[in-house]
């Protein structure tokens, strides 16, 4: 059997023997989808890039990490989830001490007002978005952010669709909760 034909689990195994093909196999196989999801993540493609490649590479460096109990896809999915939101929060952490540092001087601006509720909301979402489990999350990304169908999802997730649909039932009443609070601000 080639490697084209062999599960990401029996690759993950291989490449835990140090089988740089089967290496190869899974980049090939999921660098693109990671990057769209880490794209949910970041506003910038290359951001996502340089996140999943760094996800590829602690594969390289310690494969052995890898649980082979569970479905591989949702492990890879859940460690490039986990570097994102890491990137984020460091991200988020450096704004922050900007922000701090540097006032606008015209706040009367038209512009800035805008600038000011974009802002305000992105914010707002984000904070919904932390709040939600990794499984909420994950439910978000990948079908919001990736479009994939509800069928897709329950496969990479190793869940039933009807878990993922009352999940995302559940994530758009707790979005629309948390805009409609931000509509009615002055």
Same mark, same amino acid.
């Given at each position: 059997?080639?490697?084209?034909?062999?599960?990401?689990?029996?690759?993950?195994?291989?490449?835990?023997?140090?089988?740089?093909?089967?290496?190869?196999?899974?980049?090939?196989? @999921?660098?693109?989808?990671?990057?769209?999801?880490?794209?949910?993540?970041?506003?910038?493609?290359?951001?996502?890039?340089?996140?999943?490649?760094?996800?590829?590479?602690?594969?390289?460096?310690?494969?052995?990490?890898?649980?082979?109990?569970?479905?591989?896809?949702?492990?890879? @999915?859940?460690?490039?989830?986990? #570097?994102?939101?890491?990137?984020?929060?460091?991200?988020?952490?450096?704004?922050?001490?900007?922000?701090?540092?540097?006032?606008? #001087?015209?706040?009367?601006?038209?512009?800035?007002?805008? %600038?000011?509720? @974009?802002?305000?909301?992105?914010?707002?979402?984000?904070?919904?978005?932390?709040?939600?489990?990794?499984?909420?999350?994950?439910?978000?990304?990948?079908?919001?952010? %990736?479009?994939?169908?509800?069928?897709?999802?329950?496969?990479?997730?190793?869940?039933?669709?009807?878990?993922?649909?009352?999940?995302?039932?559940?994530?758009?009443?707790?979005?629309?909760?948390?805009?409609?609070?931000?509509?009615?601000?002055?």
């Amino acid at each position: 059997m080639n490697n084209t034909q062999r599960t990401d689990e029996e690759l993950m195994a291989q490449v835990v023997q140090g089988d740089r093909m089967a290496f190869e196999m899974l980049y090939d196989r @999921y660098f693109d989808k990671l990057v769209w999801f880490a794209r949910g993540f970041m506003d910038d493609l290359q951001k996502a890039e340089d996140l999943v490649q760094e996800v590829f590479i602690k594969i390289i460096k310690r494969p052995e990490l890898f649980d082979t109990d569970k479905k591989f896809s949702t492990w890879i @999915y859940t460690v490039t989830g986990n #570097v994102c939101r890491n990137a984020l929060r460091d991200e988020q952490n450096r704004h922050r001490l900007m922000e701090e540092q540097i006032r606008p #001087v015209h706040e009367n601006s038209t512009v800035i007002h805008h %600038q000011a509720d @974009y802002h305000l909301l992105k914010e707002r979402i984000k904070k919904v978005l932390e709040t939600l489990s990794n499984k909420e999350r994950n439910i978000y990304l990948l079908r919001f952010e %990736q479009e994939l169908s509800i069928r897709e999802i329950a496969e990479i997730m190793d869940i039933p669709e009807g878990s993922v649909k009352s999940g995302i039932y559940y994530l758009l009443k707790k979005f629309s909760n948390h805009l409609k609070e931000f509509m009615h601000e002055n």
